[in-house]
């Protein structure tokens, strides 16, 4: 009994030392536990140090939008030299499971965003232009300074220096007095100037304006001309030989869409923009690949440049670029390749780039009458003559080295082309003062993929292989 008194003596002495347990309302006992400055200091440290990693991460995401997504810009080679269809370049390629059955590669498009946007492209070494948003309806961009107005001056000099001709409607002429002799047909037939016709400048440059006097017959004729011919090339006497007595006015520019006459005051020529020509020419197709992101191939085997002057009181009416797809039609340049029995054929050219060469004194601006209207009603334009430039919503004015890009038709969803956008209606309004410098370049894409393709694999031909004639070559240099 002694050991447990002594043990609950010491238990009493002990409780002396501890304050008496809180009691919680309702009578409840309540521990009082006491907190340790360690455990706290070491929860700030670990909550701070996350705080910050998100801040940082935050900021990060933020600079990788604003100069990758933002930019726009993706690089394309500038001396690609594909010449037959085959992927994209890597960072362009659709992966696999993007791609629809059949298409061997697709066509990447720009994004407009909203109009007003600017997005940084890459079109020379060592700079950038700024591309802007004018118009979603048609998708429509404007490039300051894609020229220097040295380098327009350069490409004024060589379409003077080709020669100019007149052209008051894009259809056949009435008379016989105004069709072409057979040495000035082949002279424009011949686009590299080197005394030789090759196929691929026949089939490039049937589906022109110039295209007018050359009828799906003569198109026959020359090219069994060609598969005849020992070293495959036409001189100017084996020419005359295969197409003498059979030049014949088709309807190469006539369109089914009703806009293929399109009426207009101006002189034009056409310059040729692949191997053998001036090196600006060449400049000017390589930086019309890379801002429009497209294959090489397709924009080598595209027609021609047009550069057209407008002189005081020049104008063209409002029309489209490009035709309506029509079962019973074809494309003008891959017409051989179609080998069909389509009676009819029009101009097939997905997008356009216009070329300011000067700034007009007064007038000539090009308008796009319809541009973003909620619909499109036609009917409601009335006189497409001049009224379209009073009444269009959109209107550029010329400034030298300035270029639009519009597409003239729709995505047909699968990487493709499309319908025609009647929304890309345009005309070039009357110079009332001065004269105005345009050049067109147009890429022109069957909507028939496989179409496309066998033309691209009928005409594809290596330029190093060709005539290397350096009085023909590079004759312009110096200018």
Request: hydrophobic share 35%; net charge negative; with cysteine.
């Amino acid at each position: 009994m002694g050991e447990y008194e002594d043990i609950l003596r010491r238990l009493e002495a002990e409780a002396h030392h501890f304050p008496p347990p809180a009691r919680a309302p309702g009578g409840r006992e309540r521990l009082h536990i006491q907190k340790s400055s360690v455990c706290s200091r070491a929860y700030f440290v670990v909550v701070m140090a996350f705080f910050h990693l998100y801040i940082i991460n935050i900021i990060a995401l933020l600079l990788y939008v604003h100069y990758n997504t933002g930019s726009g810009e993706q690089d394309v080679p500038l001396e690609s030299s594909v010449s037959a269809p085959g992927p994209m370049p890597e960072q362009q390629s659709p992966s696999s499971a993007e791609r629809s059955p059949g298409l061997s590669f697709q066509l990447p498009r720009l994004e407009g965003i909203r109009v007003g946007h600017v997005q940084r492209v890459s079109l020379v070494p060592d700079r950038t232009h700024n591309m802007r948003t004018l118009s979603l309806k048609p998708l429509l961009f404007e490039i300051p300074g894609f020229l220097s107005v040295e380098e327009s001056s350069v490409v004024m000099q060589l379409a003077q220096l080709k020669g100019l001709t007149h052209s008051s409607l894009l259809t056949a002429p009435d008379s016989q007095d105004e069709q072409l002799t057979q040495d000035e047909l082949f002279s424009l037939l011949d686009l590299n100037q080197d005394g030789l016709l090759q196929r691929e400048e026949i089939l490039s440059l049937s589906h022109s304006t110039d295209g007018s006097w050359l009828s799906s017959y003569n198109l026959w004729k020359i090219h069994t001309g060609f598969e005849t011919s020992p070293s495959g090339v036409l001189s100017l006497q084996e020419f005359k030989r295969v197409s003498g007595g059979v030049l014949q006015y088709g309807s190469a520019g006539q369109g089914s869409d009703g806009h293929a006459e399109v009426r207009q005051r101006s002189t034009h020529t056409r310059l040729y923009l692949g191997e053998g020509t001036h090196h600006l020419l060449k400049s000017i197709r390589n930086r019309v690949t890379r801002l429009t992101r497209l294959p090489s191939s397709l924009v080598d085997l595209s027609e021609p440049m047009e550069v057209v002057r407008y002189e005081q009181g020049g104008y063209s009416h409002a029309h489209h670029d490009s035709s309506l797809t029509n079962p019973d039609s074809s494309c003008a340049h891959t017409h051989l390749a179609a080998n069909n029995s389509a009676s009819t054929q029009v101009a097939c050219r997905y997008l356009t780039v216009l070329l300011h060469l000067n700034s007009a004194d007064g007038g000539g601006e090009t308008s796009f009458p319809v541009a973003d209207n909620r619909t499109y009603e036609e009917e409601v334009l009335g006189d497409l003559s001049q009224q379209y430039c009073d009444k269009g919503n959109l209107k550029v004015k010329p400034v030298a080295g300035t270029a639009l890009l519009w597409y003239n038709h729709l995505s047909d969803g699968n990487g493709w082309v499309g319908e025609l956008d009647e929304f890309s209606l345009h005309g070039d309004c009357l110079v009332t003062r001065g004269f105005k410098w345009t050049g067109r370049v147009w890429v022109n894409i069957d909507p028939d993929q496989q179409r496309q393709e066998r033309y691209q694999r009928l005409v594809s031909w290596h330029p190093d292989e060709q005539s290397k004639n350096p009085e023909h070559g590079h004759m312009h240099q110096d200018l």
